[in-house]
């Protein structure tokens, strides 16, 4: 990256029940308005994804979580590119209608969006997916059969050339749980994000190519007080059409620093991080932030299950209330700026 390339870190951990962007996309408008500041937005997919609503940004990199973590360590580089080659992997549990669901949602995305959709494959086994969730509020999940997974992956790779794949697992139905019904009525957390976090980052892990999620369910019954927040997930049969608009122009990862372009973004070229105030255990963070180049913001509106907090770590940085206040010091950072003169001194 040169010199005047302003670089953003967008952070918003999957499965805490975020206040902004633990929902159906519901982060999307930040990654807008800071998408307009940065020259470059890294954030990882499930604060881009809203099932059939997406905004697809040339500046913002779609950046699996695994993914983030290790260019954050100084590991991998992240190469921008025009179009990938998409795989995608369907869960052999599900039942013929969800996938004749999917596959129709595959067809869309190649004729009305024009998307380079080269290979569907269906996994040898079912996956087995199975739900948990912490005494914390925060969720992940278990595959039986991971390594059929993987299997379906290295084909794509190894044979179809994919460069970014997509997974449609069949998840859990439990339309009645109290859970649900919580995260419906904007109050809940997502008790599917966890485990999808953990299937994208297996094949992240593995193979180093992008990867992103959608899970399979059966359609829920007609709900007229669906929060908003939640309401995206309620307006189709699949949440994959947002996954393969994100993954079509999903960054390469550049695993060997010495195959690494000028244009590339590595963690010497992050300017900023912003991060919820309340979630600040996660392994990019804690590359990052002691980095002399780095500023990070904290954001403490954007409450989530956790509470590991700056304080506690010895993090250093800037705190805000809201995200406006973000979005202002990030102003500010790229114009050179000392953020304190924009204020009246007391």
């Not at 918003?12 to 962007?21: L, M």
């Not at 869309?108 to 199975?130: F, M, P």
């Not at 309401?231 to 189709?236: F, T």
């Amino acid at each position: 990256m040169t010199l005047n390339t302003f670089n953003v870190l967008l952070l918003v951990p999957t499965g805490i029940n975020a206040a902004i962007g633990g929902y159906a996309g519901d982060a999307l408008p930040l990654a807008r308005a800071i998408a307009a500041v940065a020259d470059n937005v890294i954030t990882h997919p499930n604060v881009l994804n809203g099932a059939s609503l997406y905004w697809s940004m040339p500046n913002v990199l779609y950046t699996e979580g695994y993914a983030i973590d290790r260019m954050a360590r100084g590991d991998w580089g992240l190469r921008p590119v025009r179009a990938n080659r998409i795989g995608v992997i369907l869960d052999r549990g599900m039942e013929p209608d969800l996938e004749l669901r999917h596959r129709q949602a595959i067809s869309a995305a190649q004729t009305t969006l024009g998307l380079n959709i080269t290979d569907v494959l269906v996994t040898d086994s079912d996956l087995g997916v199975e739900l948990r969730a912490g005494d914390s509020g925060a969720t992940w999940g278990t595959i039986a059969n991971l390594d059929s997974l993987l299997r379906a992956a290295e084909k794509l790779i190894k044979v179809a050339k994919v460069e970014a794949i997509a997974v449609v697992a069949r998840f859990p139905d439990d339309s009645d749980s109290e859970a649900l019904q919580n995260y419906r009525q904007g109050k809940g957390v997502d008790a599917l994000a966890g485990a999808e976090a953990v299937i994208s980052h297996a094949i992240v892990r593995e193979f180093a190519i992008p990867c992103a999620h959608a899970p399979a369910l059966q359609p829920l019954p007609l709900d007229p007080t669906v929060s908003p927040r939640a309401a995206a997930e309620e307006l189709g049969y699949t949440f994959l059409p947002c996954v393969l608009v994100g993954l079509s122009r999903a960054p390469k990862i550049i695993t060997d620093r010495n195959l690494l372009k000028p244009d590339d973004i590595t963690a010497d070229d992050i300017n900023a991080i912003i991060t919820p105030y309340s979630a600040c255990g996660g392994a990019g963070l804690l590359a990052l932030n002691p980095l002399p180049h780095v500023q990070t913001i904290f954001v403490k509106e954007n409450q989530t299950a956790l509470n590991v907090t700056p304080e506690m770590l010895g993090l250093q940085g800037i705190q805000v209330e809201n995200y406006w206040e973000a979005i202002g010091i990030l102003t500010a950072i790229k114009a050179g700026i000392n953020h304190h003169s924009l204020r009246i001194s007391t």
